[in-house]
Each structure stands twice: as C-alpha cells, then as structure tokens.
C-alpha cells in the first residue's frame, strides 16, 4: 500500500503504470469472463461476481409448483421478508459452524489430553507455601500475597475429566474456537476449611500448575498459556493448544473445579477473614466465582435438556454470538458471554416466549426483542423453577449487582460482573436492530450480522483512560476498599462502575449513552508471573452524544436553597456558582467554556476531565479524549478556535438577507420565482467557508474603465474569493440596494457583506426547450442530450441539493463538519479532482441518513471514519447508494432503483448514487470517478481508516493522527511554489501558503465601497486546467486544493507508446522516422519546457522523478 | 532522446508524405530546441514564383486540422463559448507561393523562436492576470450587445410571421377564383403532436379499460393471479440463489 500512494503522486513518475495496466488487464478479464459466462449462466455464478438480470423463460416461470417447492416457497414469503434472508442466514451458519475436520481434531486432541491428565502422578504432602516440587519452567498463576498460609497440598490425579461449555452442546462457532474442560481436583487434595483465607482459590492455582507441569513433559501438547475467567484472577484457566500446524485452530481451556459434594463453600468466604460480614448482601462477586466453579456441569445438563427440544436452538444461539460478536460484547470481564446468551435463550423457551418449533431466525429475533424490552438492571430474570430455601431472592440480588439473571439453581448471578452500562448498551444495541431489521429499505442482514461495530468507528466521542495504575488511588478516593476486596484486588474493575455512574451523573442527558470496553481476559505464558492489573491496555469509553443537549455550555442546577443544591455543589465541586438568570430564578450552575461550535462540541471533555479529577484524583494527563482530535485541520485562521460553522452560518445569513432584497427588486422584466442557493458554503460543507474579506487596495491594480480591482504582476497573488453561486428562477413570461456588482453574459457578481455572490439566472423550462426536437413528421420528440444535462443538474439539481442538505444540518449538527473533514482528506489524497464536492457531499449524507447498523454519526470526526468505512466496504459494482433525501423514497422505489441498476449496470457510472429526483441516472457521477481512480479511491479510504484507527485507538503510536490527511508519500516539497488559491496547509505539514502573510489582508483600512475585488481569480485552477487541455491525453494531473503546494503529474500508461504519424495527432509529439515509416512520440522534454513555461510566475520547479521513465 | 541527424544539419527536415518539421523554440534563453509549440509541419502546394520572404497574410487557428471553415459566428464576443486551451492547429496563409518553398527549406538547425522582447508572448501568472482584466466587462456595452440581439431576435420573427402571412394569403381564391392547394396548410395551423401526448392519451386509454375489468371474477381470472403470484416469487427466489452465489463468491459470509 504504502509503496503504491508513493508511486501515485511523485510529479512526472510512471508509477502507476503497472497498477493502472493491471486494471485494464483485470478488466479485460473480465470483459472475457462475462462472455464467457454468459453461456454457462445456467450451470451457476461461477468466478464472475457480477448481478445481471434473471432471464427465465415462461415455462419454468409457470410450471404447475411441487407440494415441496410451495411450502418452501410460503415460508420464505412468510417468515422472512424475502427467502434472501433466509438463505444469507443459513450461508452465515455453514460459514461459523465448527466443520468435520474440526471436529475431529477436537474430539482426538481432548482424548489426548484427557489421557495425559488421568495420568498425573501422586505427589507428597507439602506445605501450602512450598512450591519447591514445582520446575522453574512453570510458575504458579495466582499472586501469592501473603506468601506463607497454613494448609497442605498434594498433586493427585483429577477424580474425573469432563468437557463443559458450548462444545458439548454444539454452540462452539468459529472464529476462535475454544473448548473447555472441567478437570476436578480429587477430594483428597481439598480440605472442608479451605474456604477460609483464599486457600481454595490458592489449592486451585497450584493443582492447575501441577497439570501444567505434567503436560509440558508431553509432545502431544503445544503451548501452554494460564488465562482467567471474566478477568477474575481468583479463577485461573490452563489454556492448552495442539502442537503443529493446528495450533491457531482451537485452545483448549482447562477449568479446575472442586468435586460437588466435597465443599459447597459457606457465604462467608466473600472476603475471607478479614472482614466483618456485611448482612444481607446475596452471593458477592467472591462467592459468584466459587459458585460459578461448582455449576458448570449442572448448567450443562440444563442446557443440553432445553436444547434437545428445541431444533434450532444451537443455530439460534449461534446466530446471537455472532450478533454479539459484532458488537464487542461478548468478550472480557463482564461481558454478555455466548454463556449468558445460550441460558437467555433457554430461559425465553422455558418460560415458553417462544416454542420449540421456531427457526433460529426467530430465535434471534425474539431474544433481541426480549432484550430490548426488558431492563435486568431493573426487574432481573431467574430460571430457578423452584429454588431452595436458602437461595436470596431476586431483591437481594439486586441490591447486590447492577445487572440480575439468575441460573437454574437460584444461587448464581450469570450477569454478576456485567456493569449497568454494559446491559444498557446491550439494550441499546438490541433496540437498534429492531429498527433496521423492520426496515424494508435496508439490508437487515448485513446490518445486524455482518458488519462489526468497534467502539471507535460507533460512539461520538472517545476517551481513554491511559494510567490505569491511577485508579488506585481513585478506589482509596471512592473508599472502594471492601469492594476491592471483592474484586480479589482488581483495582480496574473495583473502580469501574463508580466512574461510569459519576459520569453518567454528570453528563445526564448530554449523552444518550455511555460505554466502555470490556478489558480483555489477559492471557500470560506459563512460565511466567501473572501480569500485573495496571499493564492491560487502557479502558476506552464511548458516548453517544444527544445533539440537542451535547453542546450546551449552560449546566444548571436546582435553586440555591433546595435541598438538592447541596447535592449539586458536591457533583460539580468549585465549578458550581450561583448564578441569577433572566427569568429572575437564582440557581447553582456551571458554566463551561466555549465561544465557537469546535469548543463547545468539547464541552463533555471538561465535564469528564473535571469530574474525574475533582472524585476520582485520576488526573487530565491519563485521559485521553479522542472525540475533536481531527477537527483542527478544518480551523481557518491562527487565534480563532473556530473550525468555520460560525463562517459558514454568516454566509447563509448574508444570503438570506440577498435572497429576500431580489424577490423585493421591482422593474424586473421578469418575476422571480424562485432563488436557490448553489453552493457549497450554503449548506455548511465548504471546507473553508468563504470568510469577508477587507482589501488593502495598494496591492491592486486597477482597470480603467470600470474601476474593478485587478491582480497585480508583481504583488503577491491576492486572496482567492469564492463566488457563492446564487440561482435566480424567473417566470415564464413576463428599491434600489447598494451593492458593487459586476455583470457579465452568464451571471452576476454581486458583493454583500466582505462576500461575493453570484446570481445566474434561470428558467425552468430551459433544460426541456433544449431537449426539444421536431421529427420531419411534425412530432415534437424529447430526447436527452449533455447540453440540457448540464443545465439541469446547475439550474435543478444542485440548488435542490443545497437547500435539502442545508436541512440535514439543521437535524445532524455534525453534518457540515463530517462533509468538510471527507473533502479535506479527499484533497489531501490528491483525489478531489475525482470526486466532486457534490458527490463527497452526498456520500456523507447518506451516512447520516442510513446509518444501519449505527446511529448517524455525532461528531465531524465519527462522520469522517464511517465515511473513510463506507468508501472501502461498499460494493459500487453491484449495488447502488441509495440517498434517500428527504426521506422521499420508499420501499417499492428501492427495488425500483435496484432493478433498473442491474438491468443497466453496464452504461451506467461505475459509482452510481441514487437520490430521489435522479433514480436512474446518477448524474454526480456521470464524468468521475473513472473505474481505475474509484478502485484508488477503495484502496487509499481501506488503509487510511486503518491507520487513523490505530491512532485514535493507541496512544503509543508515533505518528500525528493527522497523517491520514497529509499528501501521500513522496510529496515533499520544501518551500511552497506561489501563493496558492484556496486554504491554508494541514496544520503542521508544511510551511502556509503565503498569500495568509499580513499585508495581503488591510488591517483597520477602511474600505471604499464601489471597486469590485478580484472574483474567482484561481491561478492554480487556471493552470490546471491548462494542463490538462494540452496534455491530458499523456498524463494525470492532480492537486490538492486545500492548501498543497504541489501538482502532481502522473504519465498514462500508454502514453509513450509511438503512434502513427497523422495531422491530427501531432500534440506533445515529436516525429521519428524509421526507413519510409513517420512514427510520432510524446515530446517529454518540450513537455517538460511547456509545463514550467505555461506556469510561469506560479511554478517554483518541476522535478521529474525519473525512476522508471526518461526524458 | 537524441535529436535525430536530420537535425543538426543545415537541410530541412523532411520526413514521408511530403511533410517538414520546422524547429522552434519558446524563448531565445531556452536550451530544449525542440518546443512542441513548435512542431510546425508543412506541407506546400508551393506554385508561384519563388522569392526569399516570408510574407505572411493571415493566420487561422483551429482545434483539430480539417478543410472545413468553421461557420462564422455572429454572436457577440460576450456570448461566444470560452475556447479550448490547449494545443491549435494553425493554418498560415502566405502572401506568395514562393514564402512556402522558403518555410519548407528552413535549414534544420536553425529554430524559430516563438517569444522574442520585441513580440513577447504573455505565460503563466501574466496570462492570467490579463485575462482576468479582459473578462471585465462594462454593463453598457454588454447591454447593446444583447438589445442588438434582440433587435434582430424580433426581426427575424416579424419576417416569419410576415411569412406566414403570405403564405395564408394564397389559400386565398385569387381573381380568377382559383385557389392554390397545398399540403401545409392544414399542418400549420393544426397543434404539433409531441411524444408525450401520444403516451399519455395510451396510458389514459388503458387505465380506463383497467377500471372497467373486474378481479378474480371469473376462477380463471383467479387462477391466473396466483399462478403469476407463484411465478413473482419463483422469480424472485431465483434473483436471490443469485445473489447469494455472488455473495457467497465475494466471500461476503464471514462474519469477522
């Protein structure tokens, strides 16, 4: 990847010779491929990955149907939307299932183990604290603190050797395949008293390493790693993989468990000794894990009895995993494990919510349902049919733990780690997919199971907490130490839930919801010590932002003399004050800072920072707040923090006000009809938003006539003043304002407020008088042409867009700024030429109005991934992008527009965007992106997100989290060229273009009004286009508009093929002569010449990189 | 490359078909001598009698070579479309045979030059700036430009009109009675028929008869809407076998 973005933008470089020959290679193959395949069409798709229309011919459409064929038939009309689901999902299924050949290989490696394992040999009694029996090579992973307790210990063979978990009951799916095995610790080596003092979890750690010792002695067993169970350190694993080649394909995970009967551990190991028991409170997080040693077996039996009922229920809990999967949580301590799911789901057939007799579709959807519904932090669950006398009832329970579900035997806590935000993201996540499975315009398929949700690319802001070392001082800070305790010393999970209810407390209805990662279970080689809790990577937090509230810097609290004013003060500490607002009302409040949209999207960064510091003591320093790392490269100008939507609203006002003195004009010849604003700017996704400009006339000159400014030679090139495009509909037939305005034949330029307008007139009949011809019979016939096309899309489409994005703004605050990053980084990749704002424009509304399986992006910087997400995933050749603006189309226009694209794909753009007045056409994308720069764009989108990710993700990473949005590879350049139109450089990658350098602006100089400032004067563009007129036949040329310094040229493959010689092919070429045979080759060296010359005054140097072409 | 031997000679250099490639070069400082401003080729009819100038009486510059002369436009310079940068043909239209026959023997070695001081040719940011002052234009002269035009606008349709007139007068019986029979008499004053009509008077049509019909009355009637009924989903089944075959061959079923 990275030796390709070189290639592509060096200037004068035939690097992308191969890759753009292998295109059209590949597209040759393909040609042949469809020729090919279109006679054996019938024997089945085979290599080609196109959709064409289904051709069937009358008889098979007709046939008197099959008893067999009906019934099918019916049930995919009737369960599903389509059979499609039904049968994507039985792909899914065939794709996770464990094959044959795993199986086996399961089946003999367990054999294997179970053999080695019967085979332990009996060790002396020792003293609990002497390790010395144990080899060097096998450590003990347990943190021995303190190091000497009483007790005895021996290593004996296991009583028995069992398989529990989801192989047994056919739910293991892949990826990841792991099996576990309940080893149990024969009773001679536990002690009834050994609950006291933590000596049971200690006896446990030390039988696992005795196993450990005695397999790394055997070929049979490849590595060896220790684990433990939901980040529990007290509950260590032995994971065990095959020797060889098979050793990523599955792990076996041992569990040593003590025998049922020997020891049911009293409720009051909690905390072993040490403390005084605390009442009432049922089965804490110590005594889950105890339990949780005991039952495995037991939840076995349960589950394998429900799942013999019910046929679908392996696919059913299958198909939730990797629902689950896909969202991150089903993985760390406190997640909704394929455990927890298999027992949700035996618990809705138990309870009869659902029958025995539903698919595994159905399965999902009513657990889903189920869990959208049904809030266990607040009502819990219990499968216990009828638990004994002694199990604590669903109350005690949740006095205990944030989230409730019981097992069979009433005494375990499945949910016991899970925090309350973790269920509620659940909940969240659940309610989301209802919506999008309902959703007869979308793909529910992908969106539910198929496309992943990382935390990053799903939540508005991120932050993470870096020291994680910190946050045990937070727990002596919360006085957290009995919950520390329970915790068997994890600090980090000790700590979470108060944070996460702190935060929430303080963010209230600012976020819709708050989450975090699920640490990982940490895994550590057996020779080695356990890791320490401060080294698991740093905990990251999402939040979904509430747009209406997110930004507001008001926080106000009850009044001074409430009761809960105290409340209040203590939340907010010294930032709470008293404040007296307009409507009389004398309240605590907080007030946080910011002047510009930038700073106040910021606004939960100071709530978090402030909050953690002033509670929790973990300092500014370890958090590390990812949610507007990006936004600086879209600030305009060097003091102001602003990042141009304040610009951007100015402009739409100064319009506004333009707007309505045109429609009071009188004496017009005309009536106006309509005025549609046609520019970018206009809808808050400029990149950098026209701002006014006040001109020091010395740097001018002028012309004579009429006084308007012009650029002067030897004054450095002025400011660039974008022409926002203004369209004036008049009728059909048919006060005096001061404003300096120019007119010319197509438009006129009217200057308003530092802004410069451009007003085009237009009739909207125009495009169809155009259309107009008349056959020699006398009929009048309409017929298309690029003439009216153009006209159209500049008189009809494009104002129709602005004002229909200009309303996406004002639901989706975020959408301007998600539009401007896109195009930046579009600029910044050399690929805005390609794709035009209008289309970036469009891309990014379509993630605000399609965002399954998300909620529509909430800051510029989410927008920006999802969009970087959207350009590498989606699949142009054979699916449209359907924006549904407005909301205006339906189900039917859906299968309208799909039909009509696969019937057609061929003609149509190879990046074809579907909105609701262009269903067929996909006019944006008529001209470009050609196949080979879509396939770039792909490429550069897929491995930019990669690497932003990675940024945003881990702080250790070297590089800025801007590179994404820096020019690609060898562009460097030490000083900029000319003064260049548009906007200034990505914040640190370069010196700024000059033309920002004072003077070029007048300081404090009044302004004269009547002299016309220079409009749309681009020299860049200019000369860009004079490039590619003279040469665009040999080479591309590309630029990035937002503050490059650089034109990079790039030579066509075949452009230095020799060609016949002819008249009309003698541009840029030179004649050879061979014999009698006149042969014309590009003339690299006056190209060269012509390029410095046709930029003269603009171009520093033209440096051609002459790895693999010569001049 | 390196310039080929015809080059550095003092000959011309011809090359087949009867072409000589003239060299040029922009500027007098410029070192690449083979400018593709530059690739002048002629190809003379040289007839008249041959005298040593180079007079020269027009220059005519088009985008591709042809014999075509471009039909003279009368619009206004306000309103003639911008024209294509880039690379022009010139036709150069010498005063004398003989100036050919002079250009076709330009020793090889000898390159024109395109920029002198004396006839300095404007590039890059100068360019630019004079056509930015050149594109200013004044309202008034603009207006007359667009009242000329339609003044001639309305001219032209007085004349049709005129036209017309005539041509209804001679429908009119002359004095001898007689009245001249012509096919576009009817034709002019009849609506011209467009496209659309016509689909919209169809559509209409069958839209009517789709009223008039009933459904699922007679048990044919019903049988033929499930038949079709079980056609659709068959159909559709078959769309999605194949799209699940393209997915399955994107290998689109991996969930992770």
Not at chain 1, 39 to 46: A, E, I, L, N, P
Not at chain 1, 309 to 337: N, Y
Not at chain 1, 1064 to 1087: D, F, K, L, W, Y
């Amino acid at each position: 990847m990275k030796r390709k973005t070189n290639e592509m933008t060096v200037e004068s470089e035939r690097g992308m010779d191969e890759e753009e020959s292998s295109h059209g290679e590949g597209e040759e193959e393909e040609e042949e491929g469809r020729k090919g395949t279109k006679r054996s069409m019938k024997q089945g798709v085979s290599e080609d990955v196109v959709l064409r229309p289904v051709k069937m011919t009358r008889g098979e459409l007709y046939k008197p149907p099959t008893a067999e064929e009906l019934n099918q038939l019916k049930e995919a009309e009737n369960l599903f939307h389509c059979s499609l689901l039904k049968m994507q999902m039985e792909e899914l299924l065939k794709e996770v299932a464990l094959s044959e050949r795993r199986k086996r290989l399961v089946d003999s490696f367990v054999l294997k183990v179970t053999e080695l394992l019967h085979g332990v040999p009996e060790t002396d009694e020792v003293e609990l604290s002497d390790q010395s029996w144990l080899s060097e090579d096998v450590k003990v992973p347990f943190l021995l603190v303190p190091k000497a307790t009483k007790g005895k210990f021996h290593m004996a063979p296991p009583a028995s050797v069992s398989l529990i978990g989801s192989y047994p009951l056919g739910t293991c799916t892949k990826p990841r395949v792991s099996v576990d095995l309940a080893v149990t610790i024969p009773a001679g080596v536990l002690h009834p008293k050994d609950a006291l003092n933590q000596r049971y979890p200690r006896k446990r750690a030390l039988y696992l390493a005795g196993l450990a010792q005695h397999l790394s002695s055997s070929p049979d067993v490849g590595t060896m790693r220790y684990s433990c169970l939901h980040g529990n350190r007290l509950r260590p694993l032995l994971l065990l993989t095959p020797p060889g080649k098979d050793s990523g394909s599955l792990t076996l995970r041992v569990h040593a468990c003590p025998r049922r009967a020997s020891s049911r551990p009293a409720a009051s190991t909690r905390r072993g000794t040490t403390s005084a028991p605390t009442g009432t409170r049922a089965s804490p997080p110590g005594d889950s894990a105890l339990l949780g040693d005991l039952l495995p077996r037991v939840h076995l039996q349960f589950l394998s009895a429900v799942g013999a009922q019910c046929a679908a229920f392996a696919d059913g809990v299958a198909l939730l995993k990797v629902w689950l999967r896909q969202r991150e949580l089903d993985q760390g301590a406190g997640s909704f494990s394929g455990f927890v799911g298999s027992m949700l789901v035996a618990y809705l057939l138990t309870t009869h919510r659902v029958s025995n007799t539903m698919t595994a579709y159905q399965l999902l959807r009513n657990c889903l349902h189920f869990l959208a519904s049904t809030d266990l932090t607040e009502n819990g669950i219990s499968l216990a049919k009828n638990p004994d006398s002694t199990a604590p009832s669903l109350s005690e329970f949740h006095s205990a733990f944030p989230v409730v579900f019981v097992d069979p035997s009433g005494h375990l806590n499945l949910c016991a780690d899970m925090t309350a935000n973790t269920y509620k993201q659940v909940q969240h996540e659940a309610t989301l997919s209802l919506q999008f499975w309902d959703d007869p315009t979308l793909d529910g398929f992908q969106a539910l199971l198929m496309t992943p949700k990382p935390l990053i690319r799903t939540y508005d802001h991120l932050f993470q907490l870096c020291g994680l070392v910190k946050l045990q001082a937070s727990c002596k800070k919360l006085d957290l130490l009995n919950e520390l305790m329970d915790h068997s010393g994890n600090y980090v999970l000790t700590a979470l839930p108060f944070i996460l209810s702190l935060l929430q407390r303080g963010l209230g209805e600012r976020v819709f919801l708050l989450t975090h990662s699920l640490s990982p279970d940490p895994e550590w080689p057996v020779d080695s010590e356990p890791p320490k809790h401060k080294d698991q990577p740093p905990l990251s937090f999402g939040l979904l932002l509430n747009p209406e509230f997110a930004a507001s810097v008001l926080e106000k609290g009850p009044p001074a003399d409430s009761p809960k004013a105290v409340e209040f003060r203590q939340l907010w500490g010294s930032r709470s004050e008293l404040r007296r607002f307009q409507d009389g009302s004398i309240t605590e409040a907080v007030l946080w800072a910011g002047a510009s949209a930038y700073q106040k999207r910021l606004v939960p960064r100071d709530i978090i920072t402030h909050l953690l510091q002033l509670h929790a003591d973990i300092p500014e320093s370890s958090v590390r707040y990812t949610g507007g790392l990006l936004d600086d490269v879209i600030i305009r100008g060097r003091e102001a923090c602003s990042t141009g939507e304040e610009a951007s609203l100015k402009v739409v006002q100064s319009y506004d006000d333009l707007s309505r003195k045109l429609w009071q004009l009188e004496g017009l010849p005309l009536s106006i009809t309509a005025v549609q604003g046609a520019h970018p700017a206009l809808r808050y996704t400029q990149v950098f938003p026209p701002e006014p400009v006040k001109l020091d006339y010395s740097f001018f000159g002028r012309e004579k006539v009429s006084r308007a400014l012009v650029p002067s030679e030897d004054k450095p090139c002025p400011v660039y003043i974008t022409p926002v495009k203004v369209i004036c509909h008049m009728e059909g037939s048919g006060k005096q304002h001061r404003y300096t305005c120019h007119a010319r034949p197509a438009h006129l330029d009217v200057c308003k407020d530092g802004l410069v307008f451009r007003i085009q007139v237009a009739y909207h009949r125009e495009p169809q008088v155009l259309r107009e011809t008349i056959t020699p019979e006398g009929m009048l016939c309409y017929r298309d042409n690029p003439e009216a096309q153009a006209l159209e899309l500049e008189t009809v489409h494009r104002p129709y867009l602005t004002s229909t994005l200009h309303g996406l703004q004002q639901q989706h605050p975020s959408f301007g700024g998600a539009c401007r990053l896109a195009k930046r980084w579009l600029g910044s990749q050399l690929l805005s030429g390609d794709v035009s704002d209008d289309v970036a424009d469009l891309l990014v509304a379509s993630l605000f109005l399609q965002a399954a399986p998300f909620t529509p992006p909430g800051s510029p910087q989410l927008g920006l991934l999802r969009f970087l997400h959207l350009l590498s995933t989606f699949d142009w050749k054979n699916s449209p992008l359907v924006v549904n603006l407005n909301g205006q189309l339906t189900a039917p226009d859906y299968v309208e527009i799909k039909n009509d694209f696969i019937a057609s794909r061929e003609t149509l753009p190879v990046m074809f965007i579907a909105t609701p007045k262009d269903k067929k056409l996909s006019v944006w994308t008529k001209d470009s992106p050609s196949v080979q720069m879509l396939q770039r764009l792909t490429v550069v989108a897929a491995e930019s997100l990669r690497v932003l990710e990675a940024q945003l993700v881990d702080p250790s990473q070297p590089q800025d989290v801007r590179v994404a949005l820096r020019p690609p590879g060898r562009v460097r350049r030490p000083d900029p060229p000319q003064p260049q139109a548009g906007a200034p450089a990505v914040p640190g990658s370069g010196p700024a273009p000059r033309h920002l350098s004072p003077g070029r602006r007048a300081r404090g100089r009044r302004q004269r009004r009547g002299a016309l400032p220079v409009v749309d004067y681009d020299p860049v563009g200019r000369y860009l286009a004079e490039l590619k007129d003279s040469f665009g036949e040999l080479a591309l040329f590309f630029c990035d508009p937002y503050g490059g310094t650089v034109i990079a040229v790039l030579w066509k493959p075949q452009a230095f093929a020799p060609l016949p010689f002819k008249t009309s092919q003698m541009s840029a070429r030179r004649v050879e002569v061979t014999g009698e045979e006149a042969r014309t080759v590009p003339n690299v060296e006056a190209i060269l010449e012509d390029i410095r010359i046709l930029g003269e005054g603009l171009v520093k140097k033209v440096e051609p990189r002459t790895e693999r072409w010569v001049v | 490359m390196a310039p080929s031997k015809a080059k550095r000679s003092r000959e011309p250099c011809v090359i087949p078909g009867g072409f000589t490639v003239l060299p040029l070069k922009f500027s007098t400082d410029s070192d690449v001598v083979c400018d593709q401003h530059s690739t002048i080729l002629l190809r003379g009819g040289g007839e008249g009698p041959v005298l040593a100038v180079w007079a020269i009486q027009s220059v005519e510059l088009r985008e591709r070579p042809g014999t075509a002369e471009p039909a003279e436009s009368k619009l206004s310079r306000y309103f003639t479309p911008a024209q294509k940068e880039g690379f022009k043909v010139g036709y150069i239209v010498f005063k004398n045979g003989s100036g050919v026959t002079a250009a076709k023997s330009h020793p090889a070695d000898a390159p024109l030059v395109v920029s002198t001081e004396q006839r300095p040719v404007r590039t890059g940011l100068k360019k630019w700036i004079h056509q930015y002052s050149n594109s200013l234009i004044q309202p008034d002269k603009l207006q007359a430009d667009v009242d000329r035009f339609m003044q001639e606008y309305d001219k032209k349709k007085e004349e049709s009109e005129q036209k017309k007139k005539e041509a209804e007068k001679q429908q009119e019986e002359d004095e001898e009675g007689w009245v001249k029979v012509t096919r576009g008499a009817r034709g002019s004053k009849a609506r011209p028929h467009s496209e659309a009509a016509n689909q919209k008077a169809l559509q209409r049509e069958s839209r009517k008869k789709k009223r008039k019909e009933l459904l699922n009355f007679y048990t044919w009637q019903h049988r033929n809407t499930q038949r079709e009924h079980i056609a659709e989903l068959r159909k559709k089944f078959e769309e999605d076998k194949q799209r699940i075959a393209v997915l399955r061959a994107q290998r689109k079923f991996k969930p992770y």
